[in-house]
């Protein structure tokens, strides 16, 4: 290993003896105080009250210089005692070793350390040269810097946690990124923290989230990416959890400058699938990796253990994979919900897909919801009950149970829930998913009829035609089971449009995904954690289109009914149910002996001979008919 020589620095009286020589002892090196270097002369100079020159202090410098050499060729490292005031100094100090030198400097005010000068005895240095010191101190700009009021062996702390370098660094402690950090932490993972610093609003933010969680205590703050990146071992492994889009791409050219060939740049926010792959071959061409991976589990997920989608170039997941897998959510075999996904962005695509699926899991839940409420008048004690007993079973998932707690809970007198503004938002990932599936050709009708609830909650208010509510009256309820039949059979419509969409993408863009880890990393952690997601692992194995299998197909026949029963009872009672409907509109297209194309493509024949294929015809001729 390559021989350093920490050399602590600062104004007389500073501490830098007893500092340096406990610094010596933890890391078990050669300690030499640089006040036993100085001439004779000039020992005698100081202990008259005559400041010292530059000239006086050169050949001390070089002896110093020499020293810290002459250890180097023992193969020892060394702890100086120095003052190193001037730049100039410093200079004179590191010459032929610039790249084994690390500065810790001491640093205190006048008063401060006057106060300790008066109380020393037996030193030669008089306190009245302690002026002259400042005078002349020219502060380093690359030092690790100690406030010398701490006590010391809080400096001693410090000093050692600066000197070694951190395993992973993580930049942006927002809800997300604060609670990742923590996880890490708690995984014995040695991080450097780093936010970035705007005057009166993001001030120290790394040191006070230090600060505010004990787990923490090993963590270095940054809000400088020089140190930050400085801080970090080699090759370097630096998670952004920041705000996606522009923003990352700006401040992935900010980071670049201070990384070397071989780091690896994970990006954990919801970035667009296209723009990952834009950036791992941008930063492909400075040797620096660049992982995309989709994180799901929200705050809580990012604290006890996320469900995490990574991909870019296998080498460089290598690089980066185990510490993935420490923080991720365990599967119930106690495997880590964290896989190489494949190359390019597929990560961030099969996260965006997950969120769609997720957009849909919640509508549907919604739309029971809206149901049992306003169909079957049920207060929200009761709608807690019957979805916290469908949870017990195999309808359970992660979002049917927080649902069945958030419904009662009380603000006042009042049920919170009907406190909240119908109007619900969203931050773009069903949207992208949308896109997805339109550019690819792909049916997402589940996730798109979700997007589009939200959408419509938002533009509500601007509708102009207010019609009057159908009377409601004798309209017949249908029964629980068959509510519970419907909603089921809708859930796994949404999956098999989700995992179609991943299919399709995985063939257009040649990622060879493996489905069924992908349901199995969906497992636990995520938002769309499932008893259904657990059996699609072992379906996904043996068929791409769940609609395929066995169980699949007796459960649609089987339930249909159910789902229709419940689109017509709702409709009747004028409830929007856009994701319900969606689903038995799936089924009625996909299953139906007839469809509308047939009538689209003599349209589209008759207007613009755009051409037809005729039932039958093996050969796939294309015909036109002058109509
Ligand atoms: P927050 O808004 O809580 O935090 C955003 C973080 O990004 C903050 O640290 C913020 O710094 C930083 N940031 C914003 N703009 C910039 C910039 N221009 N340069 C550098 N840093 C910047 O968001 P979340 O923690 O919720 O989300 C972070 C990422 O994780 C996003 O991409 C999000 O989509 C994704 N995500 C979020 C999930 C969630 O459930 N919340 C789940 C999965 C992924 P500052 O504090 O200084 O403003």
């Known amino acids: 290993m390559k021989n350093k020589a920490y050399i602590v620095m600062g104004v007389s009286g500073c501490g830098k003896t007893t500092i340096g020589k406990m610094l010596a002892e933890i890391l078990k090196i050669d300690f030499f105080d640089g006040d036993a270097f100085h001439p004779l002369m000039n020992i005698e100079k100081m202990a008259a009250g005559i400041p010292l020159t530059d000239e006086d202090r050169y050949s001390w410098l070089l ?8 250890s180097f ?60 010191q400042f005078e002349i101190l020219e502060e380093p700009s690359t030092a690790i810097d100690i406030d010398i009021t701490l006590d010391t062996n809080t400096i001693i702390h410090t000093i050692v946690k600066r ?36 005057a009166g609003s993001e001030e120290q933010v790394a040191e006070k989230c230090i600060a505010e969680y004990e787990e923490l205590q090993t963590a270095k703050g940054f809000e400088d990416l020089k140190f930050f990146a400085e801080s970090l071992a080699t090759p370097r492994k630096i998670f952004l959890m920041i705000k996606a889009g522009e923003e990352t791409d700006t401040f992935i050219n900010e980071l670049v400058p201070y990384l070397n060939a071989g780091d690896v740049i994970i990006d954990g926010g919801n970035s667009y699938y296209g723009d990952t792959k834009r950036r791992i071959e941008f930063l492909k061409s400075c040797g620096i990796h660049f992982i995309g991976a989709g994180v799901s589990g929200g705050e809580e997920g990012a604290l006890k253990g996320p469900s995490i989608m990574p991909s870019g170039a296998p080498e460089a997941y290598k690089l980066v994979g185990e510490y993935l897998t420490l923080i991720a959510a365990k599967d119930k075999h106690g495997d880590a919900c964290c896989s190489y996904i494949g190359k390019d962005g597929s990560g961030h695509f099969v996260k965006m897909v997950h ?16 149901y049992l409420r306003y169909a079957m008048k049920m207060q929200p004690p ?40 119908d109007k619900a938002g969203n931050k773009g990932t069903g949207n ?90 969906w497992t636990n952690g995520c938002i769309i954690r499932s008893v259904f997601m657990e059996e699609l692992i072992s379906v996904l194995k043996k068929k791409q289109n769940i609609f395929e299998d066995e169980k699949i197909v007796s459960i649609t026949k089987a339930y249909k009914p159910a789902l229709k029963n419940f689109v017509i009872s709702a409709l009747q009672y004028d409830l929007s149910i856009p994701s319900h409907l969606a689903a038995l509109d799936q089924l009625n297209t996909l299953t139906g002996n007839y469809a509308t194309a047939n009538i689209i493509q003599a349209q589209r024949d008759y207007f613009g001979a755009h051409t037809y294929q005729k039932v039958g015809d093996a050969s796939g001729k294309f015909y036109h008919t002058e109509w």
């Open 63 to 70: 002896d110093i210089n020499k020293q810290i050499k002459e």
């Open 73 to 132: 060729t023992k193969g020892r490292s060394v702890v100086f005692a120095c003052s190193a005031l001037k730049e100039s100094y410093r200079r004179i100090l590191v010459q032929q070793i610039e790249d084994t030198v690390v500065w810790i400097y001491l640093k205190g005010d006048v008063d401060t350390i006057g106060l300790r000068l008066k109380n020393r005895e037996g030193h030669f240095m008089p306190s009245t040269l302690l002026q002259s």
């Open 163 to 198: 000197l070694t370098k951190s395993d992973f660094g993580l930049v942006g402690l927002g809800v997300m990124g604060k609670s990742l950090a923590r996880n890490f932490s708690r995984n014995g993972v040695i991080l450097s923290l780093y936010n970035r610093f705007v």
């Open 355 to 370: 969120n769609g699926i997720e957009y849909a899991e919640m509508q549907l839940i919604a739309e029971v919801y809206a």
């Open 382 to 421: 009761q709608i807690s009950a019957v979805f916290s007993e469908w949870n017990k079973g195999e309808l359970s998932s992660y979002l049917l149970g927080i649902t069945a707690a958030l419904v009662v809970k009380k603000e006042g007198n009042d049920w919170l829930i009907d406190l909240i503004l």
């Open 432 to 521: 992208w998913a949308t896109i997805a599936a339109s550019e690819l050709g792909q049916p997402a009708t589940l996730i798109t009829s979700a997007l589009f609830a939200r959408y419509v909650s938002t533009v509500k208010e601007k509708m102009l035609i207010h019609l009057e509510q159908s009377s409601v009256k004798d309209i017949p309820v249908i029964v629980l089971d068959e509510i519970k039949s419907a909603y089921q059979l809708a859930r796994i419509a949404n999956h098999q449009q989700g995992f179609m969409l991943i299919h399709t993408a995985s063939d257009t863009f040649k990622w060879n995904l493996n489905y069924s880890e992908i349901a199995r990393v």
